[in-house]
């Protein structure tokens, strides 16, 4: 009858592994924004190790008081769920959002993920063992997160 409103949940894809913090007070210092981010990649890294993945693509939205989303996406070269790798490469980006008035929920999406394989390490006297370089090709880039971008999303 239009009374009441209806709050409706977007279709997720079920493939989407995402965790969300929403807090009382809203946020907007960066070292708190840091703190958060850390805590969220933890239990993401949980899931995904639950499920058997790695991330490949990781999504950091921060929903504004002023009901605005900003937004921060890092890719890797190779799946990951190595804690400190993956803060480390949200949080060197963190100078970039402009929390506004406060940030009253950040969610964190592993948009895209993949199977987690084993590594199998030989071990040779003779010959050395290539160096892992895919930190330094794993680069965040920032999103431009309008309605439009997240409805396509």
Same mark, same amino acid.
């Given at each position: 009858?239009?009374?009441?409103?209806? $709050?409706?949940?977007?279709?997720?894809? #079920?493939?989407v592994?995402?965790?969300?913090?929403?807090? =009382?007070? #809203?946020?907007?210092?960066?070292?708190?924004?840091?703190?958060?981010?850390?805590?969220l990649?933890?239990?993401?890294?949980e899931a995904?190790?639950?499920?058997?993945?790695?991330?490949?693509?990781?999504?950091?939205?921060?929903?504004?008081?002023?009901?605005?989303?900003?937004a921060? /996406? *890092? =890719?890797?070269?190779?799946?990951?769920r190595?804690?400190?790798?993956l803060?480390?490469?949200?949080?060197?980006r963190i100078?970039? *959002?402009? $929390? =506004?008035?406060g940030?009253? *929920?950040?969610?964190?999406?592993?948009?895209?993920?993949? #199977?987690?394989?084993?590594k199998?390490?030989?071990?040779?006297?003779?010959?050395? #063992?290539? $160096?892992?370089?895919?930190?330094?090709?794993? *680069? $965040?880039? /920032?999103?431009?997160?309008?309605?439009?971008?997240?409805?396509?999303?």
């Amino acid at each position: 009858m239009g009374r009441r409103s209806e $709050p409706f949940e977007p279709a997720r894809s #079920p493939e989407v592994i995402e965790v969300r913090r929403a807090f =009382g007070e #809203p946020i907007g210092a960066a070292e708190t924004i840091a703190r958060y981010t850390g805590k969220l990649v933890a239990t993401l890294c949980e899931a995904l190790e639950a499920k058997g993945l790695g991330a490949r693509r990781l999504d950091l939205l921060f929903h504004r008081v002023d009901n605005r989303i900003e937004a921060i /996406r *890092v =890719g890797t070269a190779v799946p990951v769920r190595d804690v400190k790798r993956l803060t480390r490469l949200l949080t060197d980006r963190i100078e970039t *959002v402009d $929390p =506004g008035f406060g940030i009253e *929920v950040m969610t964190l999406a592993a948009t895209l993920a993949e #199977p987690f394989g084993a590594k199998q390490i030989i071990s040779s006297l003779v010959e050395e #063992p290539e $160096p892992d370089i895919t930190d330094l090709i794993d *680069v $965040p880039r /920032r999103l431009s997160c309008g309605r439009r971008a997240l409805a396509e999303r």
